[in-house]
């Protein structure tokens, strides 16, 4: 199975700033099959980004995917208090598909 | 608006059985594969297993196979999780989600979750 590795772990950042979130694939990843999420605490993952680079509906600009292959990045341009959270990449190019651990993205 | 909700989740000794359910609402169920996808709290996400929209394909994480069985019943726009034998590693929030078009495929809709703990 194809292991998803999330980096920085935690990224401590202010509103306002440019945060750049990295999914590294161990395998190339099909078609580009690869999705972001955002979760807040206690509530359940929400979609923000499906084949690497669309935004799904009523996701805000800011919010950007890119990459291909083995190396992905989401982007957010300018934070906004309600970014903070944590943001994790899935890949579905390939069986079965699987979830990377996550980045925490903490208010500085 | 597109809906799941959860529930069937609680406390069961290990080796217990408990049976998960999710009703949908807000879209045509017959159109979609549907998944289970769990998550420990505080960690990440794990698929743990999907069905075709008519029931006649099932998948599952290896970590599961031959306890857990998935199944669906259109006629109640509802998707189950019966789990047996469980372990202290089942143990999470268990979601249900709808794959966006294909069987491998993003979740555009999750539900709350429900939770599953595993005690003696």
């Known amino acids: 199975e194809i292991v998803l590795t999330q980096s920085p772990g935690t990224l401590s950042l202010s509103p306002g700033e440019r945060a750049t979130l990295s999914c590294r694939a161990s395998q190339s990843v099909r078609s580009n099959h690869l999705a972001w999420y955002q979760q807040k605490p206690g509530q359940a993952p929400r979609r923000l980004m499906f084949g690497a680079s669309v935004r799904a509906t009523g996701i805000p600009d800011r919010f950007s995917g890119s990459g291909s292959g083995t190396d992905f990045t989401l982007t957010i341009s300018r934070l906004e208090p309600e970014d903070f959270a944590v943001y994790y990449c899935?890949?579905?190019?390939?069986?079965?598909?699987?979830f990377g651990q996550g980045t925490r993205l903490e208010i500085k | 608006e597109a809906q799941l909700v959860e529930s069937g989740g609680g406390l069961v000794q290990p080796g217990g059985s408990l049976r998960l359910s999710c009703a949908a609402s807000g879209f045509i169920f017959t159109d979609y594969w549907m998944s289970w996808v769990r998550q420990v709290p505080g960690k990440g996400l794990e698929w743990v297993a999907n069905?075709?929209?008519?029931?006649?394909?099932?998948d599952y994480v290896d970590s599961v196979k031959g306890r857990f069985t998935i199944s669906r019943d259109n006629a109640k726009n509802s998707l189950y999780l019966e789990m047996n034998n469980v372990r202290a590693e089942d143990a999470a929030v268990y979601y249900c989600?709808?794959?966006?078009?294909?069987?491998?495929?993003?979740?555009?809709?999750w539900g709350q979750g429900t939770m599953v703990t595993v005690s003696s």
């Open positions: 899935q890949q579905y190019g390939s069986s079965p598909t699987t």
């Open positions: 989600a709808r794959p966006q078009l294909l069987r491998e495929d993003a979740f555009d809709i």
């Open positions: 069905i075709k929209k008519d029931g006649s394909e099932i």
